[in-house]
């Protein structure tokens, strides 16, 4: 029997955590290409990016800013104090990866330069690794002075921090758009009003976002994350509008595997089906699968520490294939990603203001001039 997704959202016992490693993992599998043999036009490439001009590390990174927008638009509107919102944002984010970029520098860094280590600590590029690495305010540095400059993908020591300030922006703009709309709201005497503002703001984004694509008028990585971030709070507002169904499943999955005999096709059902489906593989499969929740969720380690560690062994292991590199590297990322959860990230949640790790009541939402559920 079909359910509405506001069915299933009641609770933590769902797959987002499987989602998200899985993602990780597609992440780590895309960039084995270039980590391990280089690029140049007559080496090989990630199969699915030949044929569709999309890679899986793409595809990953839209799942995750989808899941975000859902799971972020929900803290904002159960949370009792923007104070609580930010500050169980910070702590989701900032302690592992101020640590994981400790260690490119000190470790990483420290072993594989070519400069002495005097040089290496003062050099502007070292410090401004650690500084913009760590505050996400303005961008991201992936390369060190001197390091991996002879692996087949010259320099760059962490590549996959690139999308953090985006995540971190997208964060800010849901609140400011947030309490406009509710601000609004309140003057139009419309409950409906903050629903109908985003869910127009993401169909329209996503709109953007496909004929941008195709004719390029802005920033393609910005309107890319604002739509799938937008689209997933949509999804989450409307969480009693939407039918999740096996049965539309299933088209779903046809119509996308059809759109695959023309890449411009595809890209279009890939955006309007894929949020669809997250949702749907996050809540409606259940039974043992659920049990991947007991061993916590290492999807961030692994996305922050791949990088650097396929960089690791292809400089100490040369002329690695793509299979080899990609066994090696997601056994030592997982390593990685296990003590980062364990060590850090699963203590520092424990930090969270208690509002922040449990729905309130409707009176204690900090947008009171919204319904929590927003129906």
Known sequence: MSKMLSEYNTGRDNNFNL???IAASLVLYSHCFPLAIGIGPSL???PLSVFL?????????????????????????????????FWARVLRIYPALIVAVLFSVFCVGLYFTSLPFAEF???KQTLKFIYKNTTLLTGTVSSLPGVFTDNPFPGVVNGSLWTLPYEVKMYIALTLIAGAFTAIQKRVHSEKFTTYGFTILAGLSLAGHIVNHFHEFTSVNTLRFFATFFVGAAFYLNRKKIIMSTKIHWIL?????????????FFI????????????????PSGKIRSFNKFGDYSYGMYI????????????????????????????TLAMAYLSWQLIEKNCLKLKPKAARK??????????????ANE
């Not at 040369?318 to 030592?332: D, G, P, Q």
Request: some cysteine.
């Open 269 to 284: 059902a890939f955006y309007l089906i894929l949020p669809y489906l997250v949702f749907y593989f996050a809540y409606v």
């Open 305 to 332: 520490y791949a990088f650097p560690i396929q960089q690791i062994i292809a400089a100490t292991i040369k002329n690695l294939s793509v299979m080899s590199m990609l066994a090696m590297s997601f056994l030592a």
């Open 359 to 372: 729905p309130l009541p409707e009176k204690m939402a900090i947008l009171s001039g919204q319904r929590v």
């Open 44 to 46: 090989p490439e990630e």
């Open 19 to 21: 989602i998200r490693f």
């Open 121 to 123: 600590i003062s050099d």
């Open 53 to 85: 001009g999309i890679t899986l590390s793409s595809i990953a990174v839209d799942i995750f800013f989808i899941t975000s927008g859902f799971l972020i638009c929900a803290s904002l509107y159960r949370t009792s104090s923007l104070k609580s919102f």
């Open 253 to 265: 999955i046809s119509i996308l595997l059809l759109s695959t005999l023309n890449t411009a096709t």
